[in-house]
Each structure stands twice: as structure tokens, then as C-alpha cells.
């Protein structure tokens, strides 16, 4: 047994090349892994070597799960993934099944879909907005961020009934119908957002010890963004354009005015500014759809049992952490075969090591905060 | 390149290949012996450019094993999805890690999930299960495993 004062006195203690690297755990709890990530880090001194995840802690083996329930229920086993973009994961799962049974939607549901996407975006950007900030040290932003949050969680819960796991979205269309209160409360948001948004950029953008933080740190390069296969924000910091809503649109996003934000900063600046000109985007979103909901259905006649022929059906959304596919393979059962989630954090997760390397532990925070994760989401 | 142009493309390149037009994509299935040489083919060739690998997972097929790659050129934006047939007694094909940076994660998915044995993969180890795990792979059709799982 060493005492750790023994320790302390030998010669060259903290000199690297007498004591080697250390190895420092950080997680499975620790709070800026927003969850239960484990990463083993390899430094000499204050420089990483090597960061090592391991994952698993939260892993329900959905996929598995998946294959024993029908082509209805495995939708809503999937908000539990990405708990923050839940209405976009059931998205990407109804769009794939719509796609085997070839339904059309109506446009009112349509309407509705994206509109509820984008509330989503814009409640999970908020999010990483105020933990991101608290990760680096600054409290505020917290409150802030989770005030307006609040105010999309009451819009939710009113039309879907919860606040976190929705479940609104069904083969066809739509659960059910918007709350009669749902355009107001929404108007209400926007007004008060767009006062707000301009607040955060006042109160962190601008400020310098948060920049220092954030630029030059975690550099990652549009090839190595590509090969990694990083999505959303964290590539589209550099300079790849992969938005799906833009590249494959669905839904109403064809008809919709909007831009794809580019930055070709490679750092965490730049996917830190990526984030904050989307929430500017969805906002405006929002804002074009809301007055313009068509009447109509809210969803397709469907079978009560639905049987997927038998092949293979991929689809494409972008949740607020990057793309997210569903790869089902139907043996034309009430089942699926296969099914597959590409969650985005997952690849994301897989550049960490490569951003983080050469970098001081200091740094780590940041770049962790600004790919966003989510566990569940890569545990799956 | 459309679906058309590109089956074109690939069947002057890669001759042993067969092709499977019937999904939103189109399918290749390659041979295992020549699978590297195909890769590279994929990935360097300049009209093909395929340097982006979006999915890639495994389908057991109960009498065999089935990779399954999605790749993506992001320059020309076509897709292509390439499949391999593996023993499924002893599923060996080579890593691919080398020229998409992401398989190496999921390619370690692969491996405990369905014991797939990655040929030359830099770090082939447990990710997502706990350590001390061996042998069963859960996401094979014949796993059982009565405590942990519920059936419907």
C-alpha cells in the first residue's frame, strides 16, 4: 500500500518521462458527459494522447428489440433513442414504413411533422446551448436556455401529451389533431424567441474568454469530417454540406425558404455558430409554416396491421445532432427482419479521439459539448 | 451518375460483380476475394468517388452472414449499396477502416453484435457490451438468453 504524500515526495513526480503517461478515467458519471459515457484518457502532462469511449452503459439493444414488435409499435421504442429530437426520430421511422407500404401522406400532416421537427431543433439547440456553456464554465446561459425551452415543452405537451418522449407521429400522418391553443402558443415563442436569440449572442457569442475556448480547439478537417462520418453541426463546421432536409428533402422542406449553414472554421467556433445560425433558420421555419397549416386530414387511411413487402427500405432525416437513418428488411411479416439505426452520435462520437488529440484535458469539455452528445442516442 | 449509368460504370470495373436493381438504390454484391480490390476501386476512382460510408451494419440470414455497406459519393451524390455474403461459422472479411475512419467504430459494433472477425482492424475489442462478454453474439437470430429478455 503507497500513501499518497509517499508518492509525492519521490524524485520526479509530475515529469513524464520518469513516470510515464497517466491514465485518467472520466465518466461513466460525470456531468459534462451528459450521461453515461466513459472515456479513458492517455496524457503526458496536460496533453491527450489518446481518448478511449466506452459505451454501453445505457445500451437496451433497441435494435433487437425492434425485430419482436410490429411496423407500429417499434416507432415509439425509438424516442427513447435521441430523447431530445424524439419527434424527428419517429419521423425517420414513419418515413421508412411509409415508404415499404407506399402511403401518402396529407399535407395538413405534413405541415404539422415539420413544424413539430423544428420545435424539437430549436428545443434541443437550447439545450446544448445552456449545458454547453455550463460544460465550459459559465452558469447563466443554463437558465436562459431552459426558460425558453420550457415554453416548446408546454407547446408539446399540450398537442402530444408529454414533454420529453413524444410519440405523435404514427404510419400515415399524425397521432392526433393540434391543440386549438397550438398556433397562438407558438406565435407567443416566436415573439419572445426572437428577442432572446439575439440576447444569447450578446451574453456568449461575443465574449471573449468564450471564444479563447472555442476557436482553434478541435480542429477537424472536411476530408477527416467526411471519412469519419460526422453529420449535422459537427461537419457542417467544416465546411461539408450534408443537410438532409437540403440535399433529400422530404415532407414540405422542398417548398420551404431556407439556407444550409456552412462555416469552414473546422473549429469548435465554428460548429458553435453553425448551431446558433439554425436556430435562426428553424425559427423562420416555424414562422412560414405556422399561418399556412392546410385543412384537411391529419392521416391516411391505413391498415389497422401493417405488412411491409418483402425488401429493403433506407431512410434519411436530420435530427438536431446530424443524419439519422432507419434501415429496415422486411420479410413481408407484421415484423421487421432487420432493422438498423445510423444514429448520428454514433459517428460523431467515433472523431472525438481524432479532434481531441494533441489537445490540453482542458479542451476536452469543449469539444464534447459542441458534438453534442446524447447517450442513448449512441448507445441505442 | 444515375442508377443506370453507374451499374454501367461497375460492371466494366469490377466484372464478377452482380447486380440488384429492385430497393431505392442500387445493390452490388461482391465476392469476398475480390472485395478489397473493389473497395479501392470505389473509393479512388475519380468519377466514382464514393468517400463517404453512411451505414454499415450485418444481416444474419440464419444460413449465412450478410454485410451490408451503404456508401455515398459526396461530390456527385450517388449512392451505392454493397453487399458480401459471409460464412456464417467463421465470418472473416477484410477491415475497411483504413479508408472510411468511421467503420472503425462500427465495424467493432459489428464484431460482438454478431461475431464478425475484422481482418486487420487496429483495435478489435468489446464496445458496447461489458467486458468479460464471450462467445454469444446478441443480435444473431439463435440468441437466447432467458433473464434479460422478454419475449412477446
Known amino acids: 500500500m503507497y500513501r499518497e504524500t509517499e508518492i509525492l515526495k519521490q524524485p520526479g513526480v509530475g515529469d513524464p518521462d520518469v513516470f510515464g503517461d497517466m491514465v485518467i478515467n472520466i465518466g461513466p458519471q460525470h456531468p459534462s458527459t451528459h450521461g453515461v459515457l466513459h472515456l479513458v484518457i ?9 481518448v478511449e469511449p466506452h459505451l454501453g452503459y445505457i445500451h437496451r439493444s433497441i435494435e433487437k428489440m425492434c425485430e419482436s414488435l410490429s411496423f407500429r409499435q417499434f416507432i415509439y421504442v425509438t424516442s427513447k433513442m435521441d430523447y431530445l429530437s424524439s419527434h424527428i426520430n419517429n419521423h425517420g421511422c414513419c418515413l421508412c414504413v411509409e415508404k415499404g407500404m407506399q402511403i401518402e401522406v396529407p399535407p395538413r400532416a405534413q405541415v404539422i411533422r415539420v413544424l413539430m421537427d423544428e420545435l424539437t431543433r430549436l428545443a434541443s439547440h437550447q439545450l446544448w446551448w445552456g449545458a454547453g456553456a455550463m460544460d465550459i464554465g459559465a452558469l447563466t446561459p443554463f437558465f436562459y436556455a431552459f426558460r425558453e425551452r420550457e415554453m416548446i415543452n408546454d407547446i408539446m405537451e399540450e398537442t402530444c401529451g408529454t414533454r420529453l418522449t413524444m410519440n405523435y407521429m404514427v404510419p400515415g ?26 440576447e444569447y ?19 477537424l478537417s472536411k476530408e477527416d469530417a467526411i471519412s469519419y462520418g460526422c453529420t449535422g453541426p459537427t461537419a457542417r463546421g467544416s465546411g461539408v454540406n450534408c443537410d438532409i432536409r437540403k440535399l433529400f428533402p422530404y415532407e414540405v422542406y422542398n417548398k420551404l425558404q431556407f439556407d444550409e449553414i456552412i462555416e469552414t472554421g473546422c473549429d469548435c467556433f465554428a460548429r458553435y455558430l453553425v448551431r446558433m445560425k439554425e436556430m435562426r433558420e428553424s425559427l423562420s421555419i416555424v414562422e412560414q409554416l405556422i399561418d399556412n397549416i392546410p385543412e384537411g386530414d391529419i392521416q391516411a387511411k391505413t391498415k389497422a396491421v401493417l405488412k411491409l413487402p418483402k425488401g429493403e427500405y433506407y431512410s434519411r432525416v436530420e435530427t438536431a445532432r446530424g443524419e439519422f437513418g432507419v ?44 458534438i453534442d452528445l446524447v447517450i442513448p442516442d449512441i448507445d441505442r | 451518375m444515375s442508377k443506370d449509368e453507374l451499374k454501367i460504370k461497375l460492371a466494366e470495373l469490377i466484372p464478377s460483380a452482380t447486380f440488384d436493381e429492385s430497393g431505392e438504390w442500387l445493390n452490388i454484391n461482391i465476392t469476398p476475394p475480390d472485395f478489397m480490390s473493389s473497395i479501392e476501386i470505389l473509393r479512388n476512382k475519380v468519377e466514382l468517388n464514393f468517400d463517404y460510408l453512411f451505414c454499415q451494419t450485418c444481416i444474419d440470414w440464419k444460413t449465412h452472414l450478410m454485410m451490408v455497406y451503404h456508401l455515398e459519393s459526396t461530390a456527385y451524390r450517388h449512392q451505392l449499396v454493397i453487399k458480401i455474403q459471409l460464412d456464417r461459422n467463421k465470418p472473416e472479411i477484410e477491415t475497411v477502416s483504413h479508408i472510411w475512419r468511421t467503420a472503425e467504430f462500427h465495424e467493432r459494433e459489428v464484431y460482438e453484435m454478431f461475431g464478425v472477425n475484422f481482418l486487420n482492424h487496429p483495435d478489435l475489442r468489446l464496445l458496447i457490451l461489458p467486458d468479460g462478454w464471450e462467445g454469444r453474439n446478441p443480435l444473431r437470430k439463435d440468441f437466447e438468453d432467458p433473464v434479460n429478455m422478454i419475449k412477446l
Open chain 1, 42 to 50: 492517455t496524457l503526458n502532462g496536460e496533453t491527450i494522447k489518446k
Open chain 1, 173 to 198: 400522418g399524425v397521432m392526433t389533431d393540434v391543440h386549438p391553443n397550438f398556433q397562438k402558443r407558438v406565435h407567443q415563442f416566436i415573439d419572445h424567441f426572437k428577442k432572446k436569440i439575439d
Open chain 1, 201 to 219: 449572442d450578446e451574453l456568449l457569442t461575443g465574449n471573449v474568454i468564450f471564444q479563447h475556448r472555442m476557436k482553434g480547439v478541435g480542429y
Open chain 1, 327 to 370: 434501415y429496415i428488411v422486411s420479410e413481408g411479416g407484421t415484423t421487421p427482419y432487420r432493422i438498423k439505426f445510423r444514429s448520428p452520435g454514433y459517428s460523431n462520437l467515433s472523431a472525438l479521439d481524432h479532434m481531441a488529440r494533441g489537445g490540453k484535458i482542458g479542451d476536452l469539455v469543449a469539444i464534447m459539448a459542441m
